[in-house]
C-alpha cells in the first residue's frame, strides 16, 4: 500500500537554526514527490516537485532533496515568517492520486 | 492569473440542512480534486476529474455527498442532509498535465460548520 510519513510532527526552532524535515515513502513507482506549505486558515501552497533519486531542488531558504526512500526539506537560517505546516505527498506511476503526509508543523521563535 | 477560486469561505449550518460549495479552478487546468481536511484524518481525495468528467469517486463518504462539473470552469460540492461530522475545510485543487508532469494547485478552501 502506498504511503507517506512525515517527521517529525512538530518542530520549534529559534531564528536562524537550521534543521531538516523528514518524508518517508513506500510507492509503487514514484511519479512525483511534492511539497506544499500551509498556513493557518489557507490553502496548501506548492513548494517543489522532485522526480528522480539525487534531485535536488531551492527556493530561498528552502532545498528539497529526494533519495529512492524519504525526501527532506532542509530549511536554512529560517525566520519567524517561514512557520508554517509543511506537507509532503507523492503520486505514483500511472495514477493521478496524490497521498498526502499528516504534515510538520514548524514553528520558528525570534 | 487569480488561481483557484472557492466559495463561500466559511459555511455555518444546522444538520439536516444543504450545503453547496463552490469552486473556479485555474483556467486552462484539465484536472479537478475535491478534498477534505481534518485533523485526525488530514487531507482526503473526495472526487477527481479530468475535462469535466468524474473519474473517480471513491473517497465521497457517502450517498449524502455529490460533486458535479457542469463545465470547465466551475464545479460544486453538495452534502445533503449535512451532519456535524461534516465539520471540517474543504478544498478545491486544479492541475493540468504538461509533458506529463502534473502539479495541484489548492484554493483557499470552505471551513464548514455543522451544528
Known amino acids: 500500500e502506498d504511503q507517506v510519513t512525515q517527521s517529525p510532527e512538530a518542530l520549534r526552532l529559534q531564528e536562524g537554526e537550521s534543521s531538516s524535515l523528514n518524508c518517508s515513502y513506500t510507492?509503487?513507482?514514484?511519479?512525483?514527490l511534492f511539497w506544499y506549505r500551509q498556513d493557518p486558515g489557507k490553502g496548501p501552497e506548492f513548494l517543489f516537485t522532485l522526480y528522480s533519486a539525487g534531485e535536488e531542488k531551492e527556493k530561498e531558504r528552502l532545498k528539497a532533496t529526494l533519495t529512492k526512500k524519504e525526501s527532506f526539506l532542509h530549511i536554512t537560517a529560517p525566520k519567524p515568517e517561514d512557520s508554517a505546516t509543511y506537507l509532503c505527498a507523492v503520486q505514483a506511476g500511472g495514477t493521478y492520486k496524490y497521498i498526502f503526509g499528516t504534515g510538520t508543523r514548524l514553528k520558528v521563535l525570534a | 492569473d487569480a488561481g483557484v477560486i472557492q466559495s463561500p469561505r466559511h459555511e455555518v449550518t444546522e444538520m439536516g440542512q444543504e450545503v453547496t460549495l463552490r469552486c473556479k479552478p485555474i483556467?486552462?487546468?484539465?484536472?479537478l480534486f475535491w478534498y477534505r481536511q481534518t485533523m485526525m484524518r488530514g487531507l482526503e481525495l473526495l472526487i477527481y476529474?479530468?475535462?469535466?468528467?468524474?473519474?473517480?469517486d471513491s473517497g465521497m463518504p457517502e450517498d449524502r455527498f455529490s460533486a458535479k462539473m457542469p463545465n470547465a470552469s466551475f464545479s460544486t460540492l453538495k452534502i445533503q442532509p449535512s451532519e456535524p461530522r461534516d465539520s471540517a475545510v474543504y478544498f478545491c485543487a486544479s492541475s493540468s498535465v504538461t509533458g506529463g508532469l502534473e502539479t495541484q494547485y489548492f484554493g483557499p478552501g470552505t471551513r464548514l460548520l455543522v451544528l
Open positions: 510507492v509503487s513507482g514514484l511519479r512525483g
Open positions: 476529474f479530468n475535462n469535466n468528467v468524474p473519474i473517480d
Open positions: 483556467s486552462g487546468h484539465n484536472s
